[in-house]
């Protein structure tokens, strides 16, 4: 069966200080991999998406970059953390030949101070 | 605009009785509807998936319905327990795209003894 892992579950920061959060997916081969931020009271934002190794593609400019690295591997990183970047992070798989069902990880909770 | 506009924004039942949450949408045109259940800190665990030719799915105490024309779905929850309060979201998938989903901000339910 298929799993999804986030880490860290919970990650409190300063502002200007980097950032790295990891997604990975296990028991299924070149998944499409999707990062979400979710804000209080609103809905799940698209932050990147990738169909492939090394293909990323961004949503909505930010502060935020993407990469992946490995085929079941997508990391989510900043330079330097802005106080608008707290929030709770979801990364999400879809399997590329079904339109049906995105799976959420189990999210990471970014405070920035 | 593509939207999906979810009502109430909270509810406070008492367990065991019945509710109903509400999904409007103006995503067009659309492939599918889904509605997703996140506890307090989680990452969003799918309910139901209805295509535009389905007007209702069940799973367990949860009943989805859909109307196309009038672009509304509800989650009917039965027998309410305890463990059903969470936040429930529905999504619209915007078929111009291969990924992009839509999200509403979700109804905050509360199960109380």
């Known amino acids: 069966s298929q799993t999804i892992h986030q880490w860290p579950a919970t990650l409190v920061q300063p502002v200007g200080s980097p950032l790295s959060l990891e997604c990975t997916v296990e028991?299924?081969?070149?998944?499409?991999l999707y990062w979400y931020r979710q804000a209080a009271g609103r809905g799940l934002q698209l932050l990147f998406y990738?169909?492939?190794?090394?293909?990323i593609s961004s949503e909505v400019p930010q502060n935020l970059s993407a990469s992946r690295p490995q085929d079941r591997q997508f990391i989510l990183s900043s330079k330097k953390l802005l106080l608008s970047d707290s929030g709770f992070y979801l990364c999400?798989?879809?399997?590329?030949?079904?339109?049906?069902?995105?799976?959420f990880g189990p999210g990471t909770r970014l405070t920035v101070l | 605009k593509n939207q999906v506009e979810q009502s109430p924004q909270s509810l406070i039942i008492l367990e065991g009785k019945n509710c109903t949450l509400q999904?409007?949408?103006?995503?067009?045109?659309?492939?599918?509807l889904r509605w997703y259940k996140q506890d307090t800190g989680r990452g969003p665990v799918s309910l139901t998936i209805?295509?535009?030719?389905?007007n209702t799915k069940s799973n367990g105490r949860y009943t989805a319905t859909l109307d196309a024309d009038t672009k509304q779905s509800s989650l009917h929850i039965t027998a309410s327990q305890l463990s059903d309060s969470a936040s429930y979201i529905c999504?619209?998938?915007?078929?111009?795209?291969?990924?992009?989903?839509?999200f509403g901000s979700g109804t905050r339910l509360l199960v109380r003894p």
């Open positions: 999400a798989w879809r399997d590329r030949n079904s339109y049906n069902e995105q799976f």
């Open positions: 028991g299924t081969s070149n998944p499409n």
């Open positions: 990738s169909v492939g190794i090394g293909q």
């Open positions: 999904c409007n949408y103006t995503v067009s045109p659309f492939s599918n």
């Open positions: 209805m295509t535009f030719s389905e």
């Open positions: 999504v619209v998938r915007w078929m111009d795209s291969s990924y992009k989903l839509i």
